[in-house]
């Protein structure tokens, strides 16, 4: 379960400080997908790099299963970003990486003596040589690979590079990519905002499927209100800072009272 207790954002200038999230208090379960819906400029983006501690917040508090994560740095903060894989609206693919080096890369910058195979004890791992351990992390990467390449339905790209890639199929790649360590929050910066109608959809449906088969839990930001109301069984609404609106999805789209919400619902944003 993710807390977010009490969190306030200021970004302080010789000039001026500006208060990007104010009052915010969000929970979210264990395999929810979960909203976050605002206009531009609403804090959105810095909420979420507060949950992976790109951003540090001012005061309050994100706990993640009931440890406060705010205060963790070094090894510590490694081990988060290690829980949490994240995917954005301009993918940030290595272009001079085929699919399968840019869907490894996560793995690969893992240090071999921190490097452990799934199913082998601990005891069993450290009995290996060097280049046993090496060769088994190679074997263990191509296999985790393999498994994702199939769950995102891109198989056929493997060796292909981005630059000969549609957006779906580079999103797709981003998305393999931020699962390869197994994470069990994924964060969606506006994933689709670069996608068209069916290619969204496409995503969406992966992103959903993802969900059931990993019991990833799923935070999806986004301007985009058909996107939280096709993926999302909860919702904040971020306005100036603030939260004026949370609940079950379909609660909030059906009893909308706030401006904001009518002005997203309503499509003019
Ligand atoms: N590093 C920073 N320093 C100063 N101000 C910042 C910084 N990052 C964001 N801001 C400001 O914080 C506010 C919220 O930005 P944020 O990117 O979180 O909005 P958003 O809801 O994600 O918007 P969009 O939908 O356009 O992506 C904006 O006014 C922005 O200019
Ligand atoms: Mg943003």
């Given at each position: 379960m993710i807390r977010v207790i009490d969190l306030k954002k200021e970004f302080r200038s010789k000039r001026n400080t500006l208060t990007?999230?104010?009052?915010i208090n969000i929970d979210i379960q264990d395999g929810d997908i979960f909203g976050i819906i605002g206009m531009s400029g609403a804090g959105k983006s810095t909420l979420i790099r507060c949950i992976n501690l790109l951003e540090r917040p001012t005061s309050g508090r994100i706990e993640i299963d009931g440890v406060d994560i705010t205060k963790k740095s070094g090894k510590e903060l490694l081990k988060l970003r290690k829980n949490i894989g994240m995917i954005f609206q301009?993918?940030?693919?290595?272009?001079?990486?085929?699919v399968r080096k840019n869907i490894a890369f996560g793995l690969e910058i893992i240090k071999l003596r921190d490097f452990k195979i799934d199913g082998m004890s601990d005891a069993d791992y450290q009995k290996l040589s060097f280049f046993q351990k090496r060769k088994a992390k190679k074997d263990a990467i191509n296999k985790r690979v393999d498994e994702l390449l199939e769950l995102v339905d891109l198989k056929e790209k493997e060796?292909?590079?981005?630059?000969?890639?549609?957006g779906g199929q580079r999103q797709r790649v981003a998305i393999a990519r931020a699962l390869a360590t197994k994470p069990s929050i994924l964060l969606c910066d506006e994933?689709?905002?670069?996608?068209d109608s069916m290619t969204t959809d496409s995503i969406l449906s992966l992103l959903q499927k993802i969900n059931k088969e990993t019991k990833v839990t799923i935070i999806v930001i986004t301007h985009e209100m058909n996107v939280v109301q096709k993926i999302c069984n909860k919702v904040v609404v971020l306005d100036k800072s603030e939260i004026v609106a949370s609940g079950i999805t379909d609660d909030i789209f059906s009893n909308h009272t706030s401006d904001v919400v009518k002005r997203l619902v309503g499509g003019t944003v």
């Open positions: 990007v999230l104010n009052n301009s993918f940030n693919l290595l272009m001079q990486k085929n060796f292909s590079y981005p630059a000969k890639l549609s994933a689709t905002s670069a996608l």
